[in-house]
């Protein structure tokens, strides 16, 4: 089965500065996607970058990118430049190639100090 | 708007109520997924439809819950006889094609009393 592991619940960074998230997760697929989405308070999960497992390079996304270890089965996403509309709840998610469902993480509570 | 759409935002309901939500997803998108969300947690898998046909449903799913989307479009999820436990926040995705980002919806948050 495959599971996805946030071991932060909550996480802070000043205003401007860097914060990396972690996430881990476990499959015995070769052949995956990985997400993180982002959630903030009483509005809808949006889509911040995606992974394709089979690609050894890190996605970016303007100012987040992600430090993928498909052997450490590692996706952790680093937020530089923090602003304060970046705090919200980050799930990380993984999906197989094949297929339907999202598995997704319990969440880390990012809070930006201004 | 064009993003997923769902209604009602918040439903309150007693125990023992049906509840029906509904779901319209982007229109160019034939994968449908319902999920569901309680406080503190991720969200978890309810069930995938592609087209009109569901083709996935997970073991949350008890027989209190159906879940339909009759013509491929828009998609309803009914609760029957809630129950306390089914407080949360059911969420809906769409997508274009396997792998893809999933879209989501604000969600219908249901509170059981």
């Known amino acids: 089965a495959q599971t996805v592991t946030q071991s932060q619940p909550e996480m802070s960074v000043q205003e401007a500065e860097t914060v990396t998230l972690s996430c881990t997760y476990d499959?015995?697929?070769?052949?995956?996607?990985l997400f993180w989405y982002k959630q903030p308070p009483s509005r809808q999960m949006i889509l911040v970058i995606r992974?394709?497992?089979?690609?050894?390079q890190n996605a970016t996304e303007n100012r987040f990118s992600v430090n993928f270890q498909k052997a450490a089965k590692s996706f952790s996403l680093k937020i530089s430049d923090s602003q304060l509309g970046d705090a919200a709840m980050y799930f990380c998610?993984?999906?197989?190639?094949?297929?339907?469902?999202?598995?997704f993480g319990t969440g880390t509570s990012l809070t930006v100090i201004p | 708007d064009t993003g997923v759409s769902q209604d009602p935002r918040h439903k309150i309901t007693k125990r023992g109520q049906n509840v029906t939500f509904r779901c319209d997803p982007i229109?160019?998108?034939?994968?449908l997924y319902w999920y569901r969300q309680t406080l503190g947690q991720g969200p978890e898998f309810l069930t995938y439809f592609q087209n009109e046909a569901q083709l996935e449903k997970s073991r949350l799913l008890s027989d209190r819950f159906s879940a339909e989307r009759p013509k491929g479009s828009f998609s309803t999820l009914e609760i029957q006889r809630t129950e306390q436990g089914d407080s949360a926040m059911y969420l809906c995705?769409?997508?274009?094609?396997?792998?893809?980002?999933?879209?989501f919806g604000q969600g219908t948050r249901l509170t059981v009393v």
């Open positions: 998610a993984y999906r197989r190639n094949t297929g339907n469902q999202f598995y």
């Open positions: 499959t015995s697929e070769s052949d995956y996607y």
């Open positions: 992974q394709e497992a089979y690609k050894q």
């Open positions: 229109s160019e998108h034939n994968r």
């Open positions: 995705a769409s997508s274009l094609a396997l792998g893809e980002k999933g879209f």
